[in-house]
């Protein structure tokens, strides 16, 4: 426009010059250099100059280069010539733009037709001749105003794509004229033309904005287009839990109250989208319907189905949630924790060499005996309690056993309670054989118990023995579902129950000289310390039966007395944390021959009540995710610290509280940072946990994670507490 102004000044200057000069061919004037040009001439087509004494015949400041000398109208009088050349009843004049010939003639639009040339110049679809008003009074006539109903958004956005222009709510007033476009109540003006739930209808044109499955019409408030669209009374900072406006109206939030639940998810279990707590029972809408979804996730089965809604209903105290906004500040919760052993795998294994045909019929004659039974009597005690069996002999070489003999068998791996006969017949096939030098396999046979992993030896023969002894690979066999030979479970306490009535090769350091450790056999097999270190590892307990069928009593045997079992039983038992609240060792003597099946039975099973009861624990815990949530997002991760509440900071007032009978100092030896030690079953632990998301963005909706916190010893899980971990909504966060 600069570069065009000035060639025309430029020319007006030359023909000043040729007026003043006409004599002069010179200057430029003649024929030497041609006059600008400024349409055709209206005296025998000599050209005329823009601005000049013959340019704009009609006197409407538009010049007739511009003009030309067309007829736009078709009235017979050429667009130069004509004060209307449109014929839309604005003069030229006032569709000119300004007062100066100089510069083009204004087009509204922008459409490449100027307005004294164009019947619609505003582009609004309506013709000028019928725009004699000002729609939205802002002082612009609405054939010329780009917004004819001042609602902030373009005609030409309005009009849409089409040949003509769009009308959303079919009215017959076109968007562009309609101060309401899609009927919802809400002016145009406060939707606008962004496009809030991202699904290509802008919000002026969408009857959800926010696509939270509420209608704006629900969310605007009222009906009254002068009026703001509604936001809710009290809103919430979801970070710091106070309260904090966003500043966005209900129509285009998808979480109008903040409180972390979206307004879709709160529609679908009846609570409002602006009440933080729709019952009033002191229990936010966000916690109780997380809640509800995971345990109500139909919307119609379970008792748990309505409690957003129902003052009555409220989250059990068992069930514990968290609710962590992305970066928000640390959560800590106190949970109590019970530590009675309800799941435990107790493994019986028996010596089966001669000496021992008294304990094994004892064995077979009470094991799986209904009601009576060593199965049912100690379920009685442990709830969940497995069972297995497994027997030893010793290593089929040299002076230690015969050909038949074996280092370790398993008879059957662990069983629920409901198959107690299958336990029973298991160890109704063994009997009595082998042995041949005193001295048995028990070290080997724990071993094997804890790791299942076989084996194949070398040595010498004798005795009917070979030159090479294998062993089954029992781990194998577990798959994926448990570990070592009887396939303990994961979450079960493992106890050992192993009857003999003599000693071990390679049993513990300071043994007697009779129980000599093996020798020539390749390769060497596994010695006493580190049978008792795999026993610590996995957490097992044990119990040490003596057969007594040498007639030793391991009530009055401390140390090591010749081929007795008792050093062996206690040793293992002390090492392996199997001692009663008193400081014994679980060790216990039958009578002679085994005693009556009554007798025996009360043995095994009094030993197992004191595991369940007397026998000091240490626990700690352990995370685990739910994987069953689809989120693909591990929830332990939120859990960043777990220590028992005394050595938290500040420390709970109470850390723990002591069963019946049992002082509270009793109850537990002592606490680190993360463990209780020395703990009495049956002790209710506290362990302050730390929470917070530092790595989950969330979503459009209130994001449900499952977390487990196991109170172990070991492997063994004693307890467990379920932990719901919300994700408030957070519409702004980036898409994961």
């Known amino acids: 426009m600069a570069w065009s102004r ?6 007006a200057l030359s023909a000043l010059l040729c007026a003043i000069a006409i004599a002069a061919p010179s200057a430029g004037c003649g024929d030497g250099e041609a006059e600008p040009d400024a349409g055709p001439g209206a005296d025998g087509g000599i050209p005329v100059v823009r601005c000049g004494p013959r340019d704009d015949p009609d006197g409407d400041t538009i010049s007739t280069a511009d003009e030309t000398t067309d007829d736009r109208d078709g009235d017979g009088i050429g667009n130069h010539e004509d004060t209307d050349s449109d014929g839309d009843g604005f003069s030229d004049a006032e569709e000119a733009g300004d007062a100066s010939c100089n ?26 001749s019928e725009q004699l008003d000002d729609l939205d009074g802002d002082g612009i006539p ?22 003509t222009p769009v009308d959303t709510d079919g009215d017959g007033t076109p968007d562009l004229r309609d101060l309401d476009s899609d009927g919802d109540t809400i002016a145009d003006r406060h939707e606008g033309a962004i496009d809030v739930d991202m699904d290509g209808i802008p919000n002026y044109r969408d009857l959800d904005s926010d696509g939270d499955g509420l209608s704006d019409a629900r969310e605007a408030g009222d009906g009254l287009l002068e009026t703001p669209p509604a936001a809710c009374a009290v809103e919430i900072n979801p970070a710091t839990g106070l ?36 019952d009033d029972d002191g229990l936010g809408d966000l916690a109780e319907g997380a809640y509800e979804r995971f345990n109500c996730p139909d919307g119609t089965s379970g008792t748990d189905c309505g409690c957003a809604t129902q003052a009555s209903c409220t989250i059990p105290r068992e069930h514990f949630y968290v609710v962590l906004p992305f970066n928000g500040p640390p959560v800590e919760r106190d949970l109590e924790f019970g530590t009675d052993i309800r799941v ?12 021992m045909s008294g304990t094994l019929d004892r064995v077979q004659a009470t094991v799986g005996t209904p009601g009576t039974g060593l199965i049912d009597r100690i379920s009685a005690t442990i709830p969940e309690a497995w069972f297995g069996g497994g027997y030893f002999q010793d290593f089929p070489f040299g002076s230690y056993g015969g050909g038949t003999d074996e280092a370790f068998g398993l008879a059957i791996r662990m069983t629920p309670p409901a198959r107690g006969a299958d336990v029973a017949a298991a160890f109704d096939a063994l009997s009595v054989s082998g042995g041949a030098d005193g001295p048995e396999s028990h070290t080997e ?23 090479t002894y294998m062993m089954h690979r029992y781990v194998g066999d577990c798959l994926d579902a448990g570990w070592g030979a009887p396939c303990f479970r994961d979450a079960a306490l493992p106890i050992v129950v192993l009857f003999t009535d003599i000693c071990a090769h390679e049993g513990p350091p300071g043994e007697s000289s009779q129980c000599d450790p093996y020798t020539g056999i390749t390769p060497a097999p596994t010695v006493w310390l580190d049978a008792v270190a795999e026993m610590n590892r996995r957490g097992a307990k044990f119990v040490g039966i003596n057969a007594r069928s040498f007639g030793t009593s391991c009530a009055a045997t401390v140390g090591p007395d010749g081929s007795s079992p008792c050093y062996f039983l206690r040793r293992t038992a002390e090492e392996t944390g199997s001692v009663d609240l008193d400081g014994n060792a679980l060790v216990y003597d039958l009578p002679d021959g085994g005693g009556s099946d009554v007798a025996f039975s009360d043995t095994v099973v009094g030993a197992i009540e004191t595991v369940a009861t007397r026998v ?10 739910d994987p069953s949530d689809d989120e693909m997002v591990d929830a332990a991760r939120f859990v960043k610290r777990r220590q028992p509440a005394c050595r938290a900071t500040p420390p709970a007032e109470t850390c723990w509280v002591a069963p019946p009978e049992v002082t509270h100092e009793d109850a537990v030896a002592f606490v680190d940072e993360s463990t209780f030690f020395g703990v009495i079953p049956g002790t209710r632990v506290t362990f302050r946990i730390t929470f917070q998301n530092d790595f989950h963005h969330g979503g459009p909706t209130a994001q449900v994670f499952i977390a487990f916190i196991d109170v172990r010893t070991g492997t063994a899980v004693l307890d467990t507490r379920q932990v719901i971990v919300v994700v408030p909504a957070n519409p702004r966060g980036p898409i994961e």
């Open 243 to 278: 309260p904090e406006p966003d500043g966005r109206a209900d129509f285009a939030d998808t979480d109008s109250d903040n409180d972390g639940l979206s307004d879709g998810e709160e529609l679908a279990i009846g609570t409002d989208p602006c009440d933080l707590d729709s």
């Open 344 to 355: 435990a795998d107790v493994f019986f294994v028996t010596d089966i060499t001669g000496s």
């Open 6 to 11: 000035f060639v025309r000044s430029r020319f």
């Open 142 to 163: 609405d054939r010329l105003d780009t917004d004819v109903d001042g609602d902030g958004l373009s005609n030409a956005l309005e009009w849409g794509d089409g040949e």
């Open 445 to 467: 046979g724990l071993w094997q118990i804890m790791t299942g992993l076989g084996g194949t030896w070398m040595g010498m023969s004798g005795f009917g023995g070979g030159d």
């Open 616 to 625: 000091p624990l240490d626990l700690d815990t352990a995370v685990r995710d």
């Open 103 to 128: 510069t083009p003639p204004i087009d509204t639009d922008g459409d490449g037709v100027p307005d004294f040339l164009d019947l619609d110049a505003n582009g609004d679809g309506v013709p000028d």
